[in-house]
C-alpha cells in the first residue's frame, strides 16, 4: 500500500480556535495533524466548556468505543476519571499522565476537573463512536 507524502504543519497558539465536538460539554481545538496526514491522523486538545462548569453531571460519557486503530491522550491539565474495559475499579488521571486506549475498548468517562484540558491523538482522522450497553462480562487481568 502506497502512503501519501505527509505536508509540514504547524498550529500556533496565537491562532487557538475551540469549537463544539463530540461531547456537548467539551469544545476541542483542532492542531491540523488531520489535514496535513491526509486522514491517517487527528490531534486536538479537549477541554471542559466554560458553561459546564461546576456541575460534575455533564461529565460524563456514557459507556462507549471510538472504532480506530489508535487512540492515546495526555492530560495537560486537570484531572478525569475513567472505567475500562478490562481493568478493575475507576482509573484517575492527572496532569502528566499519559494513556493509550486500545483500539475498540469499552470505556465510560465518570467525571472531569472543570479546568480539564487533554492532548488527544487518534487513528484514523475521522471513525465511528458507538455507544455500549453493558460493560462486557470478563475476568479482570
Not at 491526509?38 to 466554560?50: D, S, T, W
Not at 459546564?52 to 455533564?58: E, R, S, V
Not at 484531572?79 to 492527572?94: A, R
Request: charged share 25%; net charge negative.
Amino acid at each position: 500500500m502506497s502512503i501519501e507524502e505527509q505536508k509540514f504543519s504547524a498550529n500556533y497558539v496565537k491562532d487557538a480556535e475551540f469549537k463544539p465536538g463530540l461531547r456537548d460539554f467539551l469544545e476541542y481545538r483542532d492542531l491540523g495533524i488531520a489535514d496535513a496526514t491526509h486522514g491517517q491522523f487527528r490531534a486536538h486538545i479537549v477541554r471542559v466548556k466554560g458553561d459546564h462548569t461546576g456541575d460534575q453531571d455533564f461529565h460524563s460519557t456514557g459507556l462507549h468505543q471510538h472504532l480506530c486503530d489508535f487512540q492515546m491522550f495526555y492530560v495537560l491539565k486537570g484531572w478525569i476519571k475513567f472505567v475500562y474495559e478490562g481493568q478493575e475499579g475507576d482509573l484517575t488521571f492527572h496532569a502528566g499522565d499519559c494513556v493509550l486506549q486500545p483500539a475498540r475498548i469499552i470505556h465510560n468517562e465518570l467525571s472531569c476537573s472543570d479546568d480539564l484540558e487533554i492532548l488527544e491523538i487518534y487513528s484514523p482522522a475521522v471513525h465511528e463512536t458507538r455507544t455500549v450497553d453493558a460493560m462486557p462480562e470478563q475476568a479482570v487481568g
